[in-house]
Every structure is written in structure tokens, then in C-alpha cells.
């Protein structure tokens, strides 16, 4: 409660002290001689008395400008153009008026000269769609990756996972001087690049993926693009980073660029076991997934496992509990031959071995059952991935390109856990493969300037087999008639192949309305095959009835989908019909079921553009899903070491409808911005589960049960506070879900589930030695059925950082977790630093770090679902201290 009361009374002062003091708005219009206006006209307020900057602002599209200041005193107001002469005023503000104007006249300056060049540097610029930011005004010059300068970039969010985001939206790619080498798994680059080269950084608006479509799809995406210094182009450099700590931890990273104008090639390696997250997670390069976006038919086709052993998600972060491994190397190229062909090509190998430690005390708590299980939990997962990729992209003409992307993937998991289950010491062995080959052409043709055709094919296919073993036997009661039993085996070979092709037209109209229509047929075949055997040792005893699945599942999805984007002025309608006709066909051991049925998902938007600040968009749809492998199998299949689940054995057809309103005030690049979002979801019909719930053992039937609700609103601020040079940041999410089940044969219960969460936190931007960083959350979870279990927890930080010369940096980070479920041992602290001296401009430095300082062994949570509760122990990383080195070349 303390932690809370300090946040808000900070809260309150800053809120108090900010508006303590009249502002003064300083105005007006800057033209030239002939009252022509003149637009990006920088403007300078400096204090009179020791010449230090104030504000700055620069002239829009209709020559105003604006400064808006608490400060008093006497000022200049300098205002400077290219081309033209620097004029200054003397301006005096008392802080009783609210309002001074200025028009402004600046006259045209004349250079006889040979030879000149003129270079304007303003810290951002926009043009267009593109806004321009010069990293030299915004680094503090201890950013050692990508991501550390870009978390320096006004605008730019980075959260704990790596995505980067603008505002509220995740970008859709980082790209190097207009090449982008990982798509959607930028991470790569962002975590490994080093920052020292890159001179602009720019944000794209309305960025569209392939480029003839630009200006005539509808797009919101937004990308950034990393733009080099001179110096860094058309030669070979990098940098080496060599760490050592106690504890036999170690670190190696490398990275070897060169980006020229005809071939760009970028090579990284990363190995450490100090719990560092080299790639951030690899699926986004190699399963991509866009939506409403031309051309990504089967973006949404893989295979999913159906058991998995792997670490839990923790609230803390990712490398306070993995214990790795972890080896990289990924070479990665662009080339550009002529004009005309592009070749990009990415290749992976990647090896990790991760250890983790769990303990957990489950409590069961229904109306028909009451028990607890203790496990106490080790796990071991290595796994090696090999991952390559080759996109070949050919301008047949200036308005038609030819682009083919091939991907093959490779991956080998191990995983091993040593369970000691209510005393009962266990052994379970996982070995998994992943094989996948994907092949994807796209030809696109651009006409008339406002017209575009595209026709997409794609095939994939995708093995995933798998062979568990389990050294004990949990299931008498489900299985009473076979003894002796000592262990269990479950053999699973599940395989996808999908083939797609789809043709799209786009139309931008004379006055922006959008028609697009799209025609195509997609087929997907999933083979799975599982067998649950009963052992003896090593000597098959049975393979018991309705545990076996040996099916193969059919779906040919042939669509029309068209929209149209009625626009009146700012506002805009948008109207979308699919149209589904789907050949279902299921066969298993003499079993043959066939479906045809005939479907249409209508949606309708509005998105109004009310003035320059504020924005609003609204969608309502009606949809209708086809039901996928997972929901229809039909033989019981262990998805854990005492869990078996199983689908409906039948085709099915899920109706829901969804209501979307989101609205905007401000722009992320102002000094306010807010956004607030809502979603309700109404499934008139849905899958949910009958679960046979026992000590040692549950049983899980899929089941299809009407009416579930869901609605979510959440909302966050952002200002940026000019007196004390911080960013403020407010959220507040609130989510509600209602749902039934059965449990045990028990009727149908009601269950609901509540979330509610609130946070805030202060981000400085000093010029100066010191800056901060202070945030806090709390999150509230209930589920209510015929007993109500509720948490509340609460995570607070505080960031510090010291520059005190071009030498010598030193970070500071301190995190606080607080439980309220728990009496006791019911706090945890967390404190880390980051120091940094540099011996060799630009050459060498050397580094010292430390990591949970306080040597925090073991952290508990709290969890709760519709049976009961669970307390998880996680084993911590011991105290680390870290000495690295770092040469650049």
C-alpha cells in the first residue's frame, strides 16, 4: 500500500506543480516579403540572461507557428530558414497575459558563390509520410544495441519481449538504409546491432510491404528504417564483446556488417549462459503472421504440438530464471545484381540448453472434488535449430514485380524433467522434431496508378513428430483391468501440407474510395496419428480403446472477399462481406464423415477523422469458423503427465459476433497523446470442456456450450511534462469474461473471470548527467464460480542513470514485486547496474555489471483458475558480476 500512496501523491505534485503557473502562448505567421507563408521556418526561444534554449518549435503548411511557456522573464525569439535571413526578437513574458502574437517577415538571402553547400540539421523533420529523427540530439552515449538507442527516440516504446512500438502499434519491420533482412523477427537485429553507426533514424507511416501498392491500400503500418552514417557504408566493421564472471558465467557476441549499395551482409554471433535472449523468439522470422494485408495467404497455417514441456512465463523478467546455454551464428545477405532482381537470403543455427526449477502446490476446490498436489519440478529442453531462407524479388517493369519466398526449417528438441509428484519421483522424456518447407510466389501488377492486380500462390508442408515416455503409471482408475504397469509411451506423428492460391484486385478511386475484391481456394490436409501404450518394462502390455487416434482431416476453403471504403471528407465507411464455401472431410478407422457447408461474415466500419487530434474508428463483424484439427480428433491424447484431452469427433461451424471502438486524441509525437480501446465478443456457440478431475489424473472432452461474453477496455496517457523534462505515462485495463463448463459430471456452472489492472510511470529526458525512470502496476485477477479465489499484485521499478563525462556511464535498476495472497515472504527486491568506461574512443571499452545483487534464490507466485489456486516456488539465478570488454573495428 505504501508503494501505491508514493505514486500517487508524486502524481499529484506533478500534476499540481505543472499547473501551478499561468502558460503563455506565443503565436503567429512568418512569410516572406510578398505574404507568401513559409513552411519549416525554425524557431529558437532562448533565455536572454545566459542564452540557454527554452523551446523550439518549426512553422506548418500555413507558415504558424507556436510556443506555448511557463517561463518568465526577458527572451529571444530566433527564427531561421534556408535561403533566407536569420531574424531575431527581443520578447518579454510576465506571465499575466496568455496569448502574444508575433507575424514575422524574414527576407530572402543572396549568395554569389562558385561553389556552395548547405547542410541544415534540425533534430526531427517531417516530409510527408516519413519523419526523420538525427541520433546525435536524442542519444545520451552509453546505447550499446539498436534497441538502446531506439528506447531514446520520442515516440518509441520497447517492452520487456523486444517489439517495438509506435504509440500503441507494433512496427513491421526495422530496415537498414530501405533493405529489411528479418521482416517481422527484427529483434535479431535490434538485440545484436550495434548503435554507433546509425546517424537518422525514420519513422514510415502508412508504410505498405510491397512497394506498387503504396498509396492505393488502405494502410496504417507503420516500419523504421535505420539510416548509416558515411563513414559505415561500403566497408566492413563490427564490434567483439568478450564478458567473464563468477560463477563460470561468460558472454561472446560479434557482429560483421558491411552495407554497400549493391550487396549488404550482416553477420552475427551470440553465446552466453548468463540468461540472455539472443534472437528474441525465432517463430516471427520463421512464421511470420500478417493480417489484412495483400498477399499472406497460410500465414496462419502450422502445425501445433500437441505435448510440451517448457518453462512457465513468468511475471519477472526472462533472464532472472533461464538457466542456458545458448549458441547463435546467422549469416544474412542482400544482394542486388541489377536495377531489376533483389536476392535476400538468412541463415540460422541456433542451439540452446535450458535448465528450470519449479515447485508447486496446487489446491483443487469444486463442488465435487478436494485435494492438493505437490510437485516439485526440474526440466531440461536443448534444442538446435537450422533455419534458412531465400526471397527473390524481380522487377519484370516499372509497375510489375515477381517475388518467390522459399524457407526451410530444421529443429531437434530434447527435453527431460525429473517430477517428484506427491512424493512419487518421476521421469518424463520428450524428443521432438520440426521439419518445414514453405514456398510462396507472388506476381503484382500495377495500373493505371490507382489500380493493382495480385496473384498469390503458396505450398507448405510441415512434419512435427513426436515420442514421449513417462517411467511411472498415474491411470489405475482409468484403467483397472491391466497390471502390472511401471511406465507409458505416447508415439505422435502429426503432419500439414497446405496449397493456396488467391487473385486481388485494388481500386483507389478519383475521390479515395477503396474497392478491393479477392477470389481464391485454400487446402489444407492434416495427417495425425498418436498411440498410447501401456508398459511393462520395456514390453507393450495394451494399447487401450479411444487412446489411439489415426486420422486424416480435409478442409477446402473456397472464399470471395470484397470491401469498400465509402469516404466523405474525413469520414470514412468501410464495408466487407466473405463469402465461404467449405468441403469438409474427415476419415479415421471406419469412420467417413464428409461436410459442405456454405457461410457469410459481414463486417461494417466507421472511421472518423474528427479534427487533427482527434480519431475514432469502429468496427462491428459477424464471423463464422470452421473448427480445425485439435477440435475434432477423437481418441484421448496425454497433452501432459496426467492430463489427456480429446476433441469432438465431429465437424463444427462456431457463430460469433464482435463490436471494436478505439479512439485516439493527439498524435504519438505530441507532448499528449491518449488512446482508449474496447472490444466485446459474443459467441453464440463455443467450444468448452467436460473434465473428469481426479488426484492423479484429469480427463478433458471437448464439449460445445451457447452464449460466452467477453468485453475489454483499456486506456493509457501519455504527456510530457517541459519543465521537468519527463514523459508521464498512465494505463488502465479492465477485462471480463463469462463462460460455462462442466466439471465431474456436475451440471453446467457459470464461471466468470475478472481482470483489472492500473499503472503509471515517469520517464526523464535530461540533457544532463542524471536521467530516471519510475513506474509502477498493480493487477487485480478474480474467478467467481460457486467460490470466488481473487489476487492482487503489484510490480514497481525505479531506473537511474549517470553520464558524468564522454568516458564514464553507470545504470542503475532496482524492481520491487509484491504478492497480496501471501503473509509471508510475500516481497521481493531486485537490484542490477550497469557501468561502462571507454579507453579508446570509438575502439575500446570496458564493462562492469551486476545482476540480482542481493542474490534472490528463490521467487513465489500466486495463480488461481475456475478449480482453485496454485503457489509456484521458481528457482533465480544466483548473484552475478560480469567484466566485459568491447572492441570495435
Not at 16 to 34: L, M, P
Not at 184 to 195: D, E, V
Not at 488 to 503: P, S, Y
Request: contains cysteine.
Amino acid at each position: 500500500m505504501g508503494a501505491r500512496l508514493i505514486f500517487f501523491h508524486l502524481f499529484i505534485y506533478l500534476f499540481v506543480y505543472n499547473s501551478s503557473s499561468a502558460q503563455t502562448e506565443i503565436f503567429g505567421f512568418i512569410s516572406d516579403k510578398d505574404d507568401i507563408e513559409l513552411t519549416a521556418v525554425n524557431v529558437v526561444m532562448k533565455d536572454k540572461t545566459n542564452d540557454s534554449i527554452i523551446d523550439y518549435c518549426f512553422s506548418d503548411v500555413d507558415g504558424k507557428y507556436k510556443i506555448s511557456t511557463k517561463a518568465t522573464g526577458y527572451f529571444y525569439l530566433t527564427f531561421s530558414s534556408l535561403g533566407y535571413e536569420n531574424f531575431t526578437i527581443n520578447i518579454f513574458v510576465d506571465g499575466t497575459e496568455k496569448s502574444i502574437n508575433q507575424n514575422i517577415t524574414l527576407n530572402e538571402k543572396y549568395l554569389e558563390l562558385n561553389q556552395i553547400i548547405i547542410q541544415a540539421s534540425k533534430p526531427i523533420s517531417e516530409k510527408k509520410d516519413t519523419i526523420t529523427f538525427k541520433t546525435k540530439n536524442f542519444v545520451q552515449g552509453n546505447e550499446q544495441t539498436v534497441e538502446d538507442l531506439l528506447k531514446r527516440i520520442p515516440g518509441l516504446h520497447i517492452d520487456s519481449q523486444g517489439s517495438i512500438k509506435i504509440g500503441n502499434q507494433e512496427i513491421e519491420k526495422l530496415m537498414i538504409d530501405g533493405d529489411d533482412f528479418f521482416e517481422k523477427g527484427y529483434r535479431i537485429l535490434s538485440k545484436n546491432m550495434p548503435a554507433y553507426p546509425i546517424e537518422e533514424v525514420e519513422v514510415l507511416l502508412n508504410y505498405s510491404n510491397n512497394n506498387l501498392l503504396k498509396d492505393i491500400e488502405e494502410s496504417n503500418k507503420v516500419a523504421l528504417n535505420l539510416k548509416l552514417d558515411e563513414k559505415s557504408k561500403r566497408i566492413w566493421f563490427g564490434n567483439l564483446e568478450i564478458g567473464y564472471g563468477n560463477n563460470d558465467n561468460y558472454v561472446f557476441r560479434g557482429n560483421l556488417m558491411n552495407f554497400g549499395k549493391k550487396s549488404k551482409y550482416y553477420i552475427l554471433s551470440n553465446l552466453n549462459n548468463i540468461g540472455n535472449d539472443a534472437v528474441g523468439n525465432i517463430n516471427f522470422l520463421i512464421r511470420p503472421s500478417r493480417t489484412n494485408e495483400p498477399a499472406t495467404i497460410g500465414d496462419n497455417q502450422h502445425v501445433t504440438d500437441l505435448l510440451n514441456l517448457s518453462s512457465s512465463n513468468l511475471s519477472l523478467k526472462e533472464s532472472r530464471t533461464n538457466f542456458n546455454n545458448a549458441a547463435l551464428v546467422s549469416l544474412n545477405a542482400i544482394f542486388n545484381p541489377s536495377e531489376k532482381l533483389k536476392i535476400k537470403t538468412n541463415g540460422f543455427f541456433n542451439s540452446d540448453e535450458i535448465d528450470f526449477f519449479r515447485n508447486r502446490i496446487d489446491v483443487v476446490n469444486t463442488d465435487s472434488v478436494d485435494f492438493t498436489n505437490i510437485e516439485n519440478y526440474y526440466l531440461q529442453n536443448k534444442n538446435r535449430t537450422a533455419f534458412g531462407k531465400v526471397d527473390i524479388n524481380y522487377s519484370i517493369s516499372k509497375n510489375k514485380t515477381l517475388e518467390t519466398v522459399t524457407k526451410f526449417n530444421n529443429g531437434h528438441f530434447e527435453d527431460t524433467s525429473n517430477l517428484v509428484f506427491n512424493g512419487d519421483s518421476t521421469i518424463e522424456k520428450l524428443n521432438s522434431t520440426n521439419s518445414l518447407f514453405d514456398q510462396k510466389i507472388s506476381y503484382t501488377s500495377k495500373f493505371d496508378n490507382n489500380k493493382a492486380f495480385l496473384l498469390t500462390g503458396r505450398f507448405i508442408n510441415e512434419k512435427a513428430p513426436q515420442n514421449y515416455q513417462l517411467n511411472q503409471f498415474f491411470y489405475q482408475d482409468l484403467f483397472p483391468d491391466f497390471e502390472p504397469i511401471d511406465n507409458v509411451k505416447q508415439q505422435t506423428t502429426n503432419q500439414m501440407q497446405f496449397v493456396g492460391v488467391e487473385a486481388h484486385l485494388l481500386n483507389r478511386k478519383p475521390n479515395d474510395d477503396l474497392f478491393e475484391l479477392l477470389i481464391g481456394n485454400e487446402y489444407r490436409k492434416d495427417k495425425l496419428n498418436t498411440a498410447f501404450l501401456l508398459l511393462n518394462n520395456e514390453m507393450v502390455v495394451d494399447k487401450p480403446e479411444g487412446y489411439q487416434n489415426l486420422l486424416t482431416y480435409h478442409v477446402n476453403n473456397l472464399y470471395i472477399k470484397g470491401k469498400y471504403e465509402y469516404k466523405i471528407g474525413d469520414l470514412s465507411l468501410v464495408s466487407k462481406i466473405h463469402l465461404h464455401q467449405l468441403f469438409n472431410k474427415f476419415t479415421s478407422t471406419f469412420i467417413f464423415k464428409n461436410q459442405n457447408p456454405f457461410f457469410i461474415n459481414p463486417s461494417i466500419g466507421l472511421n472518423w477523422k474528427i479534427d487533427d487530434k482527434n480519431k475514432i474508428t469502429s468496427t462491428y463483424s459477424y464471423n463464422k469458423t470452421n473448427s480445425n484439427l485439435l477440435e475434432v480428433y477423437n481418441g484421448f491424447v496425454l497433452t501432459n503427465f496426467r492430463t489427456f484431452s480429446k476433441g469432438t469427433d465431429d465437424f463444427s461451424q462456431l457463430d460469433a459476433s464482435s463490436l471494436l471502438v478505439d479512439y485516439k486524441f493527439g498524435n504519438w509525437s505530441e507532448r499528449f497523446f491518449a488512446n482508449t480501446f474496447f472490444l466485446y465478443n459474443k459467441n453464440y456457440n463455443f467450444f468448452s470442456t467436460n473434465s473428469l478431475i481426479e488426484q492423479n489424473f484429469t480427463q478433458i472432452d471437448k464439449i460445445i456450450i451457447k452464449d460466452r461474453e467477453f468485453f475489454t477496455i483499456s486506456s493509457n496517457l501519455n504527456y510530457y511534462f517541459k519543465r521537468i523534462s519527463s514523459n508521464l505515462k498512465i494505463n488502465f485495463g479492465y477485462s471480463k469474461s463469462e463462460y460455462k463448463n462442466i466439471v465431474n459430471d456436475s451440471d453446467l456452472r457459470n464461471v466468470t473471470s475478472k481482470t483489472s489492472n492500473y499503472g503509471i510511470e515517469l520517464r526523464s529526458g535530461f540533457n544532463g548527467i542524471f536521467n530516471y525512470h519510475i513506474g509502477t502496476k498493480w493487477t487485480t485477477n478474480q474467478i467467481r464460480t460457486s467460490i470466488v479465489n481473487s489476487f492482487t499484485d503489484n510490480i514497481s521499478f525505479l531506473d537511474l542513470s549517470f553520464i558524468f563525462n564522454n568516458k564514464f556511464d553507470f545504470q542503475f535498476q532496482s524492481e520491487r514485486y509484491y504478492f497480496g495472497n501471501f503473509e509471508t515472504d510475500n516481497i521481493y527486491f531486485f537490484l542490477d547496474f550497469e557501468a561502462k568506461y571507454i579507453l579508446v574512443k570509438n575502439k575500446l571499452s570496458i564493462g562492469f555489471s551486476g545482476r540480482n545483487l542481493s542474490n534472490t534464490i528463490k521467487f513465489r507466485n500466486f495463480s488461481i483458475s475456475d478449480i482453485g489456486t496454485s503457489t509456484t516456488e521458481y528457482r533465480l539465478l544466483p548473484r552475478l558480476l560480469l567484466l566485459k570488454i568491447e572492441y570495435r573495428f
